[in-house]
């Protein structure tokens, strides 16, 4: 019997995509547009495997994996998504996810992922370059969190904010190789590299707001 | 609206026109340009009966040497991109490839988005959120003259299309810089180093260190991270 699996995703576009995809090797239940949808379409149709973006409408789909993890313990979330940064994918496993395909993947790539979730392994989009052996549900404990600490926040936000090294630390009062460290734990931290990737960060998780007011003259 | 459920074969709404007919030979040649793998190769996958795709790209850069290239009848593109924005690069094709029609296929809904596209060349517009018929009904409007916007909330294709001027907010392109300014912002917003940006343009490091520099002065910014939301905010670089 073909896995039965329902999808959801914020864009029409993708869904009919992700249906031409998929639906050779799996039974396509139905496709919803928001997270309440989902809800009630999971509840009353009990797929085997949901598909969902963390970008839904109403309902998020972190929300939506947690319900179904109580509800519906034997059906299994996939995301798929086009979040590559790895603190969406720990908390999508500390949610309860089987599996995180990136829309970078092939359509190949997308149903060999679903296949192996339908037996019951977890998958990982391999850009993602998590180390082997990473093993999602486990490594959410503290190291691998994805929380920073207090002082770790402060630290971003002065960095998002434009200070230099040098700023932070008189600003805070510790010195400038602290900061350093504690620049090299967020980044490790969040899986991000750059200055820049860290101030994209701290503006779309609302630690601050993008600047409109810098520079508009010309 | 948004919580309607697809069918499984979706199918053509009755008054929708097919995007041309299928003759063999003279099918409309279309260039794909979309980051996302899947949805770049589901775009294809819904286009291919009916049209010829000639090529798909997956940034901007490598979008204006493809349409140098073919000179597509039709171009479809995404407006964030990595290298080069598709904003940033319709306005580029204009020279590169002046005869192809533009279509954006974005999430973006923002009506400034809508107007910027507009502005930089666009003859359609198609969010993600519609359905693919919208996309073939967009093809064949842009390939017999005519202007396309799939349905947007708050947004008419006729208001956007008299050319209103509108403040410069957010989510607008910024007029205070150069092309090749913003061409050196989004990368540097996207976190590369200054040996990655010379290389990707073909350029001397040292002429990159003298744009960013430039572009700081301009702005009155000092560092990488102001200049990272500076890029956000004016639609340079995609703000989620």
Not at chain 1, 108 to 120: K, N, T, W
Not at chain 2, 212 to 225: E, N, P
Request: glycine share 6%; aromatic share 4%.
């Amino acid at each position: 019997m073909t896995p039965r699996i329902l999808l959801a995703d914020d864009h029409t576009l993708v869904l009919e995509m992700l249906v031409n995809f998929l639906s050779r090797d799996f039974t396509v239940v139905g496709t919803v547009a928001n997270g309440e949808a989902l809800l009630e379409a999971a509840m009353r149709l009990q797929p085997d495997i949901v598909v969902l973006e963390h970008a839904l409408p109403g309902t998020d789909g972190l929300t939506v994996v947690r319900m179904l993890k109580t509800r519906l313990p034997n059906t299994r979330c996939v995301f798929v998504t086009r979040h590559a940064d790895l603190h969406h994918v720990r908390d999508a496993f500390a949610a309860g996810a089987r599996g995180y395909v990136l829309k970078d993947a092939t359509p190949e790539e997308l149903v060999a992922a679903m296949l192996r979730i339908s037996r019951g392994e977890t998958y990982i989009s391999p850009r993602l370059g998590l180390e082997p052996g990473w093993a999602p549900p486990s490594a959410v404990t503290r190291e691998g969190s994805g929380e920073l600490t207090a002082r770790q926040m402060e630290v971003l936000r002065l960095v998002a904010d434009g200070f230099t090294g040098k700023q932070i630390a008189s600003t805070l009062n510790i010195s400038l190789k602290t900061v350093e460290s504690h620049k090299a734990c967020i980044s490790r931290q969040l899986g991000l590299r750059s200055t820049a990737a860290l101030t994209r960060y701290a503006v779309e998780h609302g630690l601050l707001r993008p600047r409109p007011e810098t520079a508009r003259h010309a | 609206m948004s919580n309607e459920t697809i069918p499984q074969s979706p199918g053509r709404e009755a008054n929708t026109p097919a995007p041309t007919p299928p003759t063999a030979g003279t099918r409309p040649r279309v260039l794909i340009a979309e980051d996302h793998t899947l949805v770049r190769e589901g775009l294809r996958m819904l286009l291919a009966g009916e049209l010829d795709i000639v090529d798909t790209v997956e940034d901007g850069r490598a979008l204006l040497g493809a349409a140098e290239r073919l000179q597509p009848d039709v171009i479809l593109l995404d407006i964030s991109m990595p290298l080069l924005n598709g904003l940033d690069a319709a306005r580029q094709l204009a020279k590169a490839s002046p005869t192809s029609k533009l279509v954006f296929v974005t999430m973006h809904a923002d009506p400034a988005y809508v107007r910027q596209a507009f502005r930089a060349g666009a003859s359609g517009y198609v969010v993600k959120s519609s359905a693919s018929s919208h996309l073939t009904e967009a093809i064949a409007e842009v390939l017999a003259g005519r202007r396309y916007i799939s349905p947007i909330p708050g947004v008419e294709l006729a208001e956007v299309l008299s050319g209103e001027p509108q403040e410069s907010g957010e989510g607008e392109l910024s007029d205070a810089l150069t092309p090749r300014q913003r061409e050196i912002l989004q990368l540097v917003a996207e976190g590369r180093t200054a040996r990655e940006i010379a290389v990707v343009l073909g350029i001397s490091r040292k002429t990159v260190e003298f744009h960013k520099a430039s572009i700081m002065r301009l702005l009155r910014l000092r560092t990488t991270a102001e200049l990272t939301r500076y890029a956000m905010a004016h639609g340079i670089i995609a703000s989620a």
